[in-house]
């Protein structure tokens, strides 16, 4: 009944009113944050394994053994509230990321029916490919991980110890993961701009020197560590998937320019040729014949040729 009912909603033409627009709305973001609560919850039952599991990468202290200088850390909480939020912000953030299946199908499912076939098709392409290489860079970030954190404690002067926060090196294990698989993404939005024609494989292989040149100055400045090895484990592949995308472009224009000979055009002006030429001769133009009206005048001298001050009388 329910189902009938909104079909005899819609107009026509198959389109859907606001209202109901906003109540499918409301129904696609009851179950997405349905599925974030429902993760969030057995988040919570875990949350000592997950953050246990986060802060792996902190060489810790054993039991009686005192920090001094950089040969471990002491993880602690550094206010009353700090196991309390700290343990929220854990489960939440486990909930927002096994829970993104779910609450972006919902997402997808009230945008999609809006959008062209083609415009689908790249969606699909972009989403199946952006999930792996995401997964990549934060697996990349969790490995040296260790190594990063190791070099910063290193840094230590004798006879300090290190005592950690654990929500600093939450927050530090979150952007490490978060930069390297949003950084994993770029040779991907390149390729997107390139099957919709905006961006073209030949402009992209003009740009390798500064993209290069840029990508190991994001890698220097993003990367906290004082030692290349950070910066190099998120150039490297962010620059060889850049050249990826390049032969990509590059032989999709090929396939695009066999099926419309004008693909292959560049967007550009041409170049003008402004070398001055030589002037030829000058050649005379004879006058234009008068008017009847207009010489009145001119012979006996009585009468000015001019008319309300114009000398063409028309």
């Known amino acids: 009944m329910l189902k009938s009912a909104r079909k005899q909603e819609r107009d026509p033409e198959g389109r859907m009113p606001l209202v109901e627009h906003l109540r499918e709305l409301r129904n696609r973001l009851a179950k997405g944050l349905l599925a974030i609560a429902a993760v969030t919850t057995v988040a919570l039952v875990y949350s000592e394994e997950l953050m246990q599991f986060l802060t792996r990468s902190v060489p810790k202290c054993a039991p009686g053994v005192t920090s001094d200088g950089?040969?471990?850390?002491?993880?602690?909480?550094?206010t009353l509230m700090a196991p309390f939020s700290t343990t929220i912000q854990v489960s939440l953030t486990t909930g927002l990321v096994v829970a993104s299946p779910v609450w972006l199908y919902q997402l997808w499912a009230f945008i999609a029916p809006g959008l062209h076939k083609h415009e689908k098709k790249y969606t699909y392409a972009f989403v199946t490919a952006a999930v792996p290489l995401f997964a990549a860079g934060a697996f990349l970030a969790y490995l040296i991980l260790p190594i990063s954190v190791q070099v910063l404690i290193s840094l230590t002067p004798a006879g300090s110890a290190n005592i950690l926060s654990l929500g600093d090196v939450l927050d530090f294990t979150l952007r490490m993961v978060l930069v390297f698989g949003l950084a994993f993404e770029l040779p991907l939005v390149l390729v997107m701009l390139n099957l919709t024609g905006i961006l073209s494989g030949r402009r992209m292989a003009r740009w390798?020197?500064?993209?290069?040149?840029?990508?190991?100055?994001?890698?220097?400045?993003?990367?906290?560590?004082?030692?290349?090895?950070?910066?190099?484990?998120?150039?490297?592949?962010?620059?060889?998937?850049?050249?990826?995308?390049?032969?990509?472009?590059?032989?999709?224009?090929?396939?695009?320019?066999?099926?419309?000979?004008?693909?292959?055009?560049?967007?550009?002006a041409s170049r003008l040729d402004l070398t001055p030429e030589a002037i030829g001769e000058v050649q005379t133009v004879g006058a234009a014949r008068k008017l009847p009206e207009q010489t009145t005048g001119e012979q006996d001298g009585t009468r000015s040729h001019r008319l309300n001050g114009y000398d063409d009388i028309t």
């Open 70 to 78: 950089g040969n471990c850390a002491i993880v602690s909480f550094n």
């Open 208 to 268: 390798w020197r500064g993209v290069i040149m840029g990508v190991f100055i994001f890698g220097a400045v993003i990367t906290p560590t004082t030692d290349p090895l950070g910066m190099l484990a998120l150039a490297v592949p962010i620059t060889l998937l850049y050249l990826a995308a390049v032969g990509f472009a590059l032989l999709n224009d090929k396939r695009r320019g066999r099926k419309n000979p004008d693909a292959g055009l560049d967007d550009e």
